[in-house]
C-alpha cells in the first residue's frame, strides 16, 4: 500500500516537473525569437542609416562639383571683366567739354558684368554654406553608423555566447532534473534501508 502511495506521489512530481520543464523550454522559445527580432530590426536601421550615407556623399560630390564649376566661371567672369577695363580705357577719349566718350564699351556694360560677378559670388557662397551643412550632416550620420556597428557586434559576441537551441535547452534542462531526482533517489533509498533494518531487528 505504501508503494503505490509512493508511486503515485513520483509520478504526481514527475507531470509537476514535467509541466514546469514545458513552461521553461517556452519561455526559453520566446527569449529567444524576442532576441532575434531585435537583431533584425537593428540590422535594417542600419541599412537605412548606410543608405542615408551613401545619399549624402553622393550629394555632397555633386554639390563640390558645382561648386567647381561656379567657381571656375566666376574666375572667367572676373577675367572679362579686368579685359572690358583695360579695354575701356585704351578706347576713351575726351571731347572739346572734356567730357568721357565711348567707342565700344560703356559703363552698362561694366557695371552689367558686376552684377552678374556678384551673383555667382553669392551662389559659391550659398553652395559653400550647403557642403558645410551636408559634411555636419554626414559626420552625424557616421558617428551614428559607429555606435549602431558597435552595438551590432556587441549583439553578435552576446549572441555567439548564449547561442543555444531549443533542443539544447531541453536537454540541458533534463539534465538537471535528472541530477536532482538522483540525489532525492539516493535519500529515499537510505531512508528505506534504516526502516528495513530497524523492523528486521
Known amino acids: 500500500m505504501d508503494d503505490q502511495i509512493d508511486q503515485q506521489n513520483r509520478v504526481n512530481e514527475l507531470q509537476s516537473q514535467l509541466e514546469k520543464l514545458v513552461n521553461e523550454i517556452i519561455q526559453a522559445r520566446r527569449i529567444i525569437t524576442k532576441f532575434i527580432d531585435q537583431t533584425s530590426d537593428l540590422k535594417q536601421e542600419n541599412e537605412k542609416l548606410s543608405i542615408t550615407v551613401d545619399q549624402n556623399k553622393e550629394s555632397e560630390a555633386v554639390t563640390n562639383q558645382i561648386l567647381e564649376e561656379l567657381t571656375k566661371k566666376n574666375s572667367e567672369l572676373s577675367e572679362e571683366l579686368e579685359e572690358y577695363k583695360e579695354f575701356e580705357e585704351e578706347n576713351t577719349m575726351f571731347d572739346s567739354d572734356g ?49 549602431n556597428s558597435t552595438i551590432e557586434k556587441q549583439e553578435t559576441r552576446l549572441n555567439t555566447e548564449t547561442r543555444m537551441s531549443p533542443m539544447d535547452i531541453v536537454d540541458k534542462l533534463i539534465q538537471n532534473q535528472n541530477k536532482k531526482h538522483s540525489t532525492k533517489r539516493s535519500s529515499k533509498n537510505s531512508k528505506h534501508k534504516s526502516r528495513v533494518s530497524k523492523n528486521t531487528s
Open 99 to 147: 567730357e568721357e566718350t565711348y567707342f565700344i564699351t560703356n559703363k552698362d556694360v561694366d557695371k552689367m558684368l558686376e552684377e552678374q560677378s556678384d551673383t555667382h559670388l553669392k551662389l559659391v557662397s550659398k553652395l559653400e554654406d550647403e557642403n558645410r551643412t551636408l559634411k555636419s550632416k554626414m559626420e552625424h550620420l557616421t558617428s551614428v553608423q559607429c555606435a
